[in-house]
Structures are given as C-alpha cells and as structure tokens.
C-alpha cells in the first residue's frame, strides 16, 4: 500500500464479528478509518462499533465478494471461510491480508505442520493418519487431530488405550503427534506488515482449562529464563517469515520438561494469549493488526506492566441472555480491567469476556485476577437441569 494513500478515507473489511473483531474495530475506529463488518448474526459484538454490518456467512462467496469490493483493504478475526473468492479477488489485485494462500495453509493444521517441519522449525513428531492402523504408529497414549476446523480444544483427542481408538478416535480427516511431555505452554504475538517489519511481543504463559481444553488464564511475561525467551521469540518470527504473514500471529508453543521449544500451531489473527497488550503494552495487539494490513509502522511492542489475564467463561448449567454476577466487588480490586463482549446469549464455557490485572509481579497480578474469577461470575437466563458432558 502506497505510503502516501490518504488515510482518512481508508476502508478496512473485517471477516468475523467476535470478540476479537470487536476490539479490532474499536482501535480502528480510535484511528479513524471506516469499519464494514462480515458475520452471520446480526448486531454481533463487532456489529456494535462498526459503521457497517454485512450480515453473511464466512462461506458465502457473494458476501465476502461485497465485503471486499466495498473496503480498501480486509482482514480477519478467525480462519474457518472460504479462501477459493478470497484467492481470486486477491489475485485480482484486492488487498486481503494476511493473504488468502496463508490462511488457506493456516486452516489445514497437518499442512501448516508439514510447512514448518520441513522449513527446519522444531515441532513435535507427528503422522498422517491414512488407515486405522496409523493411530497406533507411536504406541499409545497419542494425541489425534483434525486437519480441518478444530478450535478451542474442538478436533483434538487424546488416546489414552485401544478402547479409545475404538470409541473415541476422530472419524474426520485427521493426523497424530506425540504426547509432549509438557513443562509450560507458552504463546507470542507476532506482528509482520506488508513491508516485511517483524515486531515481537514479550513471551507468555498459558494455563488451560483441562475440562474443556480452553485457555484459562495468561501470565505475561512468561516465568522462564532469557534463553527460553530468546529462543522462543527467535523460533517463533521465523515462522510468521516462512509463512510469509502479513498481520499479526498468535504462535503457540510446548517448553518440554528437557528444555525444547516444539511449535504447535499459529493463529493468523489476533488470539487469546494477546489479550492482556490492552492494558499491559505500549501497542495492543488490536491495534498492531490495524497498522501491519494498512502499512503503518509497527507500534511498540514493550511491555508496560506484568499482567494476568483470565477469560470469563459462561457458567456451566446456565444458557441464555448473561446476567453478570459479581461485578461490584471483582471492580474493587486495583489495577483491574473488565471487558464483557455483549454476546446476546451465554453458555456453558462460551467465552464471554476477560479480566486483565496489572501488577509489578507477574505472579500477585495472577492471584489477584484468579480472586477475580472466583468472585465474577457470567450466568444465564435458562438454567440447565442436564448435566453437560465434558
């Protein structure tokens, strides 16, 4: 994008009304530009601050088409649309970042492994899973994964014995990787722009909610030494460059108990584990996105304060219109910061906002945003008398 296009005018398309876009469009607002939403539901929490809604599916070729032709440039919030419009109309000269060809790559997790594995970057051993036999390669326990689809520990099972390959085994397209033996999860923001300028966020720590396979909370900056951090960072730009990415990615990655980093997988969006840059970095991640698609310079990605954050998930037995308990004694703590998402309707797990606590001490931020947790809770409208399977 020519430096000197007027940017007062400019016109960003967002594919994914979520959470994420939400705050995409919120920094793109404070920036001045023009905001089109693309999502299926209307009034979505992104629809809420935008200028514009184009309610319409992430598969439906006549609606991306619009989205695209209506805007300057485009973007996303999540990975799972329909690349084959996105490819042509980037072909065309459209601009679309990152590119139609990344997220295309993105999507297939086995093919975005087989890319960084043969480009030298470590990740743990894994196997295309072509018969049955396949998912005994490397003896039991194995952890199997769809190629396609899976999100937030969806598409992804662990095989402990034989009577769970039977019963429990992903029928879909699917590969397996070696259980790690897991010391940390650790995650990093990456941000590229068109021009090719690499900005890396600090390195942090991701603790999951084991009952749903959901990240819980993150520890930023990560409790691990310099080395770890230097070589995750390193690792991780040199994936966004092997992929060629432009905007910002969510790269994570396993520290084993022998000291590795083994890649896991990237998100080629803002993600989860970049929550806290709000409130705890010289730029969010949000607004880095905004400036990586329109070739601004990268923000300053220092980190202003050790945080905590936790994700507020929908209360298990409740469903419905949210009803927020708690939110006068969790705003009582110092140094918090509480984003609800104005999803319409909660349910069990579904997340549904975030807490962000700054302290001097990584650790005291952590304990303050987990009494947050205790205290704040997101109920529902129609309580559940099922119980829900895990």
Not at 210 to 235: H, L, W
Not at 303 to 329: D, R
Request: with cysteine; proline share 5%; charged share 25%.
């Amino acid at each position: 994008m020519d430096i000197n296009f007027n940017y007062s005018t400019l016109r960003i398309g967002i594919i994914g009304g979520g959470q994420l876009g939400k705050i995409m469009a919120q920094k793109a607002k404070k920036m001045g530009f023009h905001v089109t939403i693309l999502d299926p539901t209307p009034d979505c929490p992104a629809g809420q601050v935008s200028d514009q809604q184009i309610v319409g599916g992430f598969h439906d070729k006549e609606m991306l088409e619009l989205l695209v032709n209506k805007c300057d440039v485009t973007t996303f919030e999540l990975e799972h649309v329909d690349t084959q419009i996105l490819k042509k109309l980037y072909d065309e000269g459209k601009r679309i970042y990152p590119s139609p060809y990344v997220m295309e790559l993105i999507q297939n997790k086995y093919e975005q492994k087989k890319l960084l594995d043969e480009s030298g970057i470590p990740v743990p051993a894994y196997k295309d899973v072509k018969v049955p036999a396949d998912l005994e390669s490397f003896g039991l326990p194995v952890i199997q994964k769809s190629k396609m689809g899976g999100y937030d520990g969806k598409g992804v099972v662990l095989l402990k014995d034989k009577n769970d390959v039977e019963n429990k085994s992903i029928k879909a397209e699917s590969f397996i990787e070696e259980l790690v033996d897991i010391d940390k999860e650790l995650a990093i923001m990456i941000a590229r722009s068109i021009d090719g300028e690499i900005a890396a966020y600090p390195v942090v720590e991701m603790i999951f909610d084991e009952r749903v396979n959901i990240c819980d909370s993150v520890i930023a900056p990560a409790r691990i030494s310099e080395e770890i951090e230097k070589k995750a960072t390193e690792i991780s730009k040199k994936c966004i460059e092997v992929l060629d990415g432009v905007g910002v990615f969510g790269v994570e990655m396993f520290l084993t108990k022998k000291g590795e980093i083994l890649v896991n997988e990237i998100a080629p969006r803002p993600h989860n584990s970049g929550h806290y840059t709000v409130e705890s970095c010289a730029t969010s991640q949000f607004e880095q996105i905004i400036r990586a698609v329109t070739n601004l310079p990268l923000g300053s990605t220092k980190l202003i304060s050790p945080s905590a954050m936790v994700n507020l998930l929908g209360e298990e037995g409740y469903a419905g219109e949210p009803f927020i308990q708690g939110i006068h004694e969790t705003l009582e703590i110092p140094e918090l910061s509480f984003h609800f998402y104005s999803k319409k309707e909660t349910k069990p797990f579904r997340k549904m906002g975030h807490i962000t606590v700054l302290d001097d001490d990584a650790q005291a931020a952590l304990e303050k945003a987990l009494k947050a947790k205790d205290i704040l809770k997101i109920k529902g409208s129609i309580k559940l008398w099922v119980k829900v399977n895990h």
